[in-house]
């Protein structure tokens, strides 16, 4: 009842004083002989971290923000709380991405190329099926990268046939504008609209809430052909909402010099060419080049617009071939790594391949994750079949393609094995910190709340049986220390500190200075109870906190 009216009466007063009233409060209750003193477990709420923090995020970015911070929600939510409280505050700590992760998702990309494969002894744009492939890219690799340091990533593509390959026009170069634009340069003339890079492909369009009026270049970089023959250009490509081909044009010149007003252009007209009216795609055949053997060129796609015309006009791949090595084929990326001596698959990482895409379902349809088809919707699943013997701390970085509504992305995620389950490293973790309340204020506070086991008081007797043989005996038999002064059996408040400092030594023997720890143990003093013990790890022993 005493507590309750000085409450009140401490309630009262915050009514008529202008000046700290909460501050006051508690130290009007620190000062009372049965202060209020409790003890929680509190997880910080979202309006805890936005309005009361005035957070941006709904974590904090280091443990020492959360100790500076978390004291104000603590007044706020036990105003009136006072010495020896303490509560155990879980809350958000962003602790970033793993290590090694930007190792994957910031790796350059190598592309295998013709002469690549040559160095390999493969006379074909890619390795047979029955090629040592990871003793291949070692070679092009160990070639090409004389300077490479020991533990350098690259993501490198390849080709592989399904099958042997026969004789016939093979790519001697091709783009691919999956997420790219390869190279090739943007040349805007006129208009806010054109050419820009897209999931599959690269897109001209210049429809914006209506037909736009545009004229935008897209110019690929030089290409030597000074050694080739038989040449053959190719295109797949899709074109709709067009009524004027002509606007649409595939250009080449052997005099571009950054500048596609002053080079000399040449039309390519193709007799397989898109309707102008569909979605779907159309290769185009394999168009005589040979009049550009020799030469070094450039390539240039033209798409104009006007304010009653302005087609879509889509563009996967620009090849051209010469006679060669051709057949169907697979691409695959995986990740190597520079060991010192060698270039090595690297099993810590795995960059996701078309066909795994495809496997999961809706992601296939663009080769790529999105907020509508999360990762960690898919990758747990994946991780089971790609993995059916994984074992109990198994772990992996995964790499993917992630569309965030204006562009696709390299992200990455690491997966630990744990408890049975693929678990995902998250950068924003749970924690807690244990706060107590010292001196009118909360304070981080690393007290550990101990009660002394039957096992605890076997140990005592057994460390102190030669020093206080009848105490001893007592404590092991009762499993309590007796406290009747003046009785054989008598623990003095020395003794207690010292049968704590052979428990704690022996629970926790590798324990920091400044640990401190609240110590229940069970006596009888004519009738049983229980009580605590505070103390503090001060040069290497445990003392009486003050």
Not at 105 to 128: C, I, P, Q, R, V
Not at 433 to 451: A, C, H, M, S
Not at 526 to 532: A, E, I, K, L, P
Request: hydrophobic share 35%.
């Amino acid at each position: 009842m005493k507590n309750i009216k000085f409450l009140y009466a401490a309630l009262l007063g915050v009514l008529f004083m202008g000046c700290e009233p909460m501050e006051d409060i508690h130290d009007e209750i620190d000062a009372q002989e049965e202060a209020v003193k409790g003890e929680a477990n509190y997880t910080l709420t979202e309006d805890d971290y936005t309005d009361l923090l005035e957070l941006d995020f709904t974590s904090f970015s280091s443990e020492d923000e959360a100790k500076q911070l978390i004291p104000t929600v603590l007044e706020n939510q036990y105003p009136y709380w006072g010495a020896g409280s303490t509560v155990m505050v879980n809350y958000n700590l962003y602790v970033g991405r793993k290590d090694g992760l930007s190792d994957y998702t910031g790796a350059m990309d190598y592309e295998l190329t013709k002469a690549d494969y040559a160095l390999t002894g493969s006379d074909a744009n890619g390795f047979y099926p029955e090629a040592n492939i990871e003793q291949g890219i070692d070679q092009v690799l160990s070639a090409q990268m004389p300077n490479a340091q020991e533990g350098d990533v690259l993501l490198v593509e390849y080709d592989q046939y399904t099958e042997d390959p026969v004789v016939g026009f093979a790519d001697f170069i091709s783009y691919n504008f999956a997420n790219s634009l390869e190279g090739w340069t943007i040349e805007d003339k006129l208009g806010a609209e054109g050419w820009e890079s897209r999931t599959d492909y690269v897109q001209g369009n210049g429809f914006n809430s209506g037909p736009q009026a545009n004229i935008d270049w897209l110019v690929s970089p030089s290409i030597d052909l000074t050694n080739e023959t038989d040449l053959r250009f190719q295109i797949d490509q899709a074109i709709n909402y067009a009524t004027d081909m002509s606007l649409l044009k595939i250009l080449v010149a052997t005099d571009y010099t950054n500048d596609v007003d002053t080079a000399t252009w040449t039309e390519i007209n193709l007799a397989t060419t898109p309707t102008g009216s569909s979605n779907d795609f159309i290769l185009s055949e394999n168009y005589d080049f040979s009049a550009y053997e020799g030469e070094t060129i450039n390539i240039a796609l033209k798409y104009e617009s006007t304010a009653s015309d302005a087609a879509r006009w889509r563009v996967k791949t620009v090849a051209l071939k010469t006679i060669g090595i051709t057949g169907e084929s697979n691409t695959y990326k995986h990740f190597y790594m520079f060991d010192g001596s060698e270039w090595v698959k690297d099993d810590a990482a795995y960059y996701l391949q078309a066909a795994d895409y495809d496997e999961m379902g809706s992601p296939g349809r663009y080769n790529n994750f999105s907020s509508s088809d999360k990762p960690e919707n898919y990758l747990p699943a994946f991780l089971n079949k790609m993995f059916p013997y994984v074992q109990e701390g198994d772990a992996i970085f995964l790499v993917y393609n992630y569309y965030n509504g204006d562009e696709t992305q390299t992200r990455g995620d690491y997966y630990y094995y744990e408890m049975g389950m693929w678990n995902r490293y998250e950068s924003v973790q749970e924690v807690s910190l244990q706060f107590g309340f010292e001196d009118g204020t909360w304070v981080p506070d690393n007290t550990i709340n101990y009660t002394l086991t039957e096992a605890d008081y076997l140990t005592i007797e057994s460390e102190l049986a030669d020093k206080y043989p009848d105490p001893a005996s007592s404590a092991g038999r009762y499993k309590n220390f007796d406290l009747r002064e003046g009785n054989k059996n008598f623990w003095t408040n020395d003794m207690l500190l010292e049968a704590i400092n052979v428990v704690l030594n022996d629970i926790n023997p590798d324990a920091e200075e400044g640990q401190k720890y609240a110590v229940s143990y069970a006596y009888y003093n004519g009738s049983s109870g229980v009580d605590t013990m505070y103390v503090i790890k001060e040069n290497g022993a445990w003392v009486l906190q003050e």
